[in-house]
């Protein structure tokens, strides 16, 4: 398994959860990781990303309540999220990007990404 993401869970609205996403050696120094999310009934959608010098970009929703890091000790990629919302509710996706594909930034469309992670079920519930 080259990407292993955990830490999802249930947190009441307003909590807090890190996720964390353990990746080979050879695809966290070579490729883009990214977060995605899939609700129920709904298409996978973009969260974040991170490049290899740890430029991140997010989607306008998650913009200062979620933090994507990287621990290049670990080989792991972190989604720090705060002030969850019940809109947040759904399996969150780890993934990697090939750069040397010729993709461009913000890298938030799917099909960028050739490598995934199994997902991880984040519930925001009262």
């Known amino acids: 398994v080259q990407l292993q993401a955990s830490g999802g869970g249930l947190v009441q609205p307003g909590g807090s959860l890190r996720l964390s996403c353990l990746t080979s050696e050879r695809t966290f120094t070579t490729h883009i990781l990214g977060w995605f999310r899939q609700a129920p009934g709904k298409e996978r959608d973009f969260v974040s990303a991170i490049t290899k010098s740890g430029v991140t970009y997010y989607t306008s929703s998650v913009k200062g309540r979620f933090t994507i890091s990287r621990d290049d000790a670990k080989n792991t990629v972190y989604l720090q999220m705060n002030s969850l919302r019940p809109g947040d509710t759904a399996v969150y996706y780890c993934?990697?990007?090939?750069?040397?594909?010729?993709?461009?930034?913000?890298?938030?469309?799917?099909?960028?990404?050739?490598?995934w992670g199994q997902g991880t079920l984040v519930t925001v519930s009262s």
């Open positions: 993934a990697a990007a090939n750069p040397r594909k010729g993709i461009t930034p913000p890298y938030d469309v799917r099909e960028q990404y050739d490598l």
